[in-house]
T-cell receptor
Framework: DQQVKQNSPSLSVQEGRISILNCDYT??????FLWYKKYPAEGPTFLIS?????DKNEDGRFTVFLNKSAKHLSLHIVPSQPGDSAVYFC???????????FGTGTRLKVLA | NAGVTQTPKFQVLKTGQSMTLQCAQD?????MSWYRQDPGMGLRLIHY???????DQGEVPNGYNVSRSTTEDFPLRLLSAAPSQTSVYFC????????????FGDGTRLSIL
């Protein structure tokens, strides 16, 4: 039972355009969501997070949107750069559990 | 600051052997955890700890043991390695107060023959 799903295994985008990565979840108890970026042979690095009391959080070129009614979050990268090429994981948790559930990841390729 | 350090980076074992994957962090984080990453499966939580002397099971704990005797270290033990435990293992740590992002090590790639 996959509680956090990333249905697109891969995505290719032209440099300078917007990249949109999607994530769906099934557990309505989740109240904290994160995005991580992972390069080959390295561990995931934290990118941006959002609490369920918000519907948007911005950090530079990265914006995360949360739609609680649809149980959907998305990561927007504008403008996309070749260095953004990596695997992106979304993750979710709920207060007091210390358990983070990860999606399967989306491989983003930004074409120069 | 070294962050989260995992050793070894690579290891090949034979079925039935035991070994310990080491994880150390120097950020004084209370929370530490172990994940495995398999193709098409994302990262799955094996065990976690919210402080010295406290551990709990994650999604896939069978075949693995952990202990937390100090804040800094959180070793993962494979008791009797099986080919199904071939994977990349990541250790992570964070502060435990409120919602906190985790810091990950660079992983240990483990092959069981």
């Amino acid at each position: 039972d996959q509680q956090v799903k990333q249905n697109s295994p891969s995505l290719s985008v032209q440099e300078g355009r917007i990249s949109i990565l999607n994530c769906d979840y099934t557990n309505s108890m989740f109240d904290y969501f994160l995005w991580y970026k992972k390069y080959p042979a390295e561990g995931p690095t934290f990118l941006i997070s959002i609490s369920s009391i918000k519907d948007k959080n911005e950090d530079g070129r990265f914006t995360v949107f949360l739609n609680k009614s649809a149980k959907h979050l998305s990561l927007h990268i504008v403008p996309s750069q070749p260095g953004d090429s990596a695997v992106y994981f979304c993750a979710a948790s709920y207060s007091g559990t210390y358990k983070y559930i990860f999606g399967t990841g989306t491989r983003l390729k930004v074409l120069a | 600051n070294a962050g989260v350090t995992q050793t070894p980076k690579f290891q090949v074992l034979k079925t039935g052997q035991s070994m310990t994957l080491q994880c150390a962090q120097d950020m004084n984080h209370e929370y530490m955890s172990w994940y495995r990453q398999d193709p098409g499966m994302g990262l799955r939580l094996i065990h976690y700890s919210v402080g010295a002397g406290i551990t709990d099971q994650g999604e896939v704990p069978n075949g693995y043991n952990v202990s937390r005797s100090t804040t800094e270290d959180f070793p993962l033990r494979l008791l009797s390695a099986a080919p199904s435990q071939t994977s990349v293992y990541f250790c992570a740590s964070s502060y435990s107060s409120g919602n906190q992002p985790q810091h990950f090590g660079d992983g240990t790639r483990l092959s069981i023959l």
